[in-house]
């Protein structure tokens, strides 16, 4: 007799964060849901959810703080990178500055967590994330407004290269 594998689900993540959730005061699930997409570990089996969490939620600012450290300090970036730099006013570049700071403390304490497992630092970091996320995507879609609005003045092509 072969034994049925029990299929991932939505319901038992859900049933699983809402134990660790109480246990260590986490956001909602709904809420950690709509900003970091963790339903997607309903594919995932784990004995470390809290983890899973973590390193999902540690993806998204990785790539959010590519993105800032880029516009920044434009150096071999694609051309459209520099139209985004001519586009922001000083306001948005202090904007920004404060992201890449709070981005990428986030990223040292997740060189001490990788290295070191904990349970309560894990659902530390998610709890911290989650609040600096909150913060820093409202500092973000301000950003991205300026520039949405500045595009079309700002975007231009000189032809000063030779392709011979």
């Known amino acids: ?9 939505l319901e038992e993540l859900k049933k699983e ?14 809420k950690l849901n709509e900003d970091f997409s963790i339903e997607k570990l309903s594919d995932i089996e784990t004995d470390y959810l809290l983890r899973e969490i973590r390193k999902f939620m540690s ?9 800032v450290e880029t516009i920044l300090n434009p150096t071999n970036v694609p051309m459209f990178v ?3 730099v001519k586009s922001i006013t000083p306001e948005e570049k202090a904007k920004l500055v404060d992201i890449y700071k709070k981005l990428s403390k986030m990223e040292i304490e997740l060189l001490e967590i990788d290295v070191s497992f904990s349970a309560e630092k894990e659902a530390k970091f998610v709890k911290n994330s ?16 300026v520039v949405q609005k500045n595009w079309d003045n700002k975007f231009e092509v000189k032809n000063k ?3 011979g």
């Open 1 to 9: 007799m072969t034994e049925k594998k029990k299929e991932p689900s």
């Open 161 to 163: 290269g030779y392709f």
């Open 59 to 67: 993806e998204k600012m990785s790539h959010y703080l590519r993105i």
């Open 130 to 145: 989650y609040d600096v996320w909150q913060e820093i995507k409202k500092d973000f879609l301000d950003v991205v407004g």
């Open 17 to 30: 964060y809402f134990k660790i959730q109480k246990k260590h005061n986490l956001p909602d699930f709904e």
């Open 82 to 84: 520099f139209s985004i």
